[in-house]
């Protein structure tokens, strides 16, 4: 089956929390789901998971902390593989990316966040990852010109970015630890936001 790798080496562009969300419902229309951890120093993603099981929200993710990438390869054959990459650059990061159906590259508006983001893209490219096998995610978006800004921004070099955006929203705060982006409550629109980019990279993923 496919494996969905979330690589950015650059934290706070919602890597990890669109993992989860995209293994959530991935896993709740039924297919069979893994979620690998590779950031094997803080393993946030597998106490997230341990998290939604204490809680007894479902579905359950069955999720592994891996430090190398044959490892957890190996562990999700026969299953759709979503990988919550490596927070820093290794030889896991070309590794995965060369491995993977599809490769997603989350991140913010600021230049802070997407020099080291085209850096990455840059270096999956130079390792021979083809550009049709990458899909950029606009995350922490603040508003629709910020949105515009940064796609104009990624436009000469040609990369892939996926329509919509994650919005920037304090609401993100009151999710529930163990919960995922796209389980939260009491915002209908900020929901569909973010459904709307899980379908983006859903129909992104190459036809094996």
């Known amino acids: 089956m496919a494996v ?9 562009v919602l890597k990890s929390s669109l993992s989860r969300a995209l293994a959530v419902e991935c896993a709740r229309n039924g297919m069979s789901v893994r979620l690998a951890d590779m950031d094997y120093t803080q393993q946030s993603t597998s106490e997230w998971a341990a998290a939604r099981t204490s809680a007894g929200i479902e579905p359950a993710i069955k999720v592994a902390v891996h430090k190398d990438a044959k490892a957890a390869l190996e562990w999700g054959k026969g299953h759709l593989l979503i990988v919550d990459g490596p927070a820093h650059a290794s030889d896991a990061t070309i590794a995965l990316g060369k491995a993977a159906t599809l490769v997603v590259v989350p991140t913010g508006c600021s230049s802070e966040d997407l020099v080291p983001s085209v850096k990455v893209l840059n270096s999956l ?28 921004w990624l436009e000469p070099g040609r990369y892939r970015v996926a329509p919509g955006h994650i919005p920037d ?11 995922a982006l796209s389980e939260i409550v009491g915002r209908p629109a900020l929901k569909q936001a973010i459904h709307n980019v899980l379908d983006a990279i859903l129909d992104a993923i190459p036809e094996e």
Not at 4 to 12: F, M
């Open 4 to 12: 969905v790798c979330y690589l950015n080496e650059k934290g706070g």
């Open 125 to 152: 490219r130079k390792e021979g990852v083809p550009d049709e096998r990458v899909l950029v995610v606009l995350t922490r978006v603040m508003s629709d010109a910020q949105e515009e800004k940064a796609r104009k």
């Open 169 to 179: 929203l304090v609401s993100f705060q009151n999710v529930a630890y163990g919960t």
